[in-house]
């Protein structure tokens, strides 16, 4: 059993990136508000483990959650299709820029310890 923390793990990242690759594709109205709850709360984790890192609101604080409100599912903002497509690759940049920096810094971190 992996008992690796959520934050370590590649997941919380891939799984959002993933799904919004899949959302390019035309697919039914519940794949985009199922998608909505998980990079909402994806974003939001992050946002909250960032904030936790230096207790201050820095970029990567302000952009996830930024990111959480643009994604939230209650109270959706309805955006022609077209504009989805390019959130949707903007914000499968940003979560991919901070997956491999986040990678970066705890393998630097676990270069250290031992």
Known sequence: MNNQPIIESKLLWLIPILLLLIALLPLPYVYYQILRWI?????LYIAYEH????????KLV?????IAILYIP??????????????????VVVFGYDCKTKRSSLNDKQGKEE
């Open 62 to 66: 302000i952009t996830f959650t930024a």
């Open 74 to 91: 209650i109270g959706a903002i309805h955006l022609f299709k077209e504009i989805w497509a390019v959130l949707n690759i903007l914000t």
């Open 39 to 43: 990079v909402c709360g994806c974003a």
């Open 51 to 58: 904030y936790q890192e230096k207790m201050e609101w820095n």
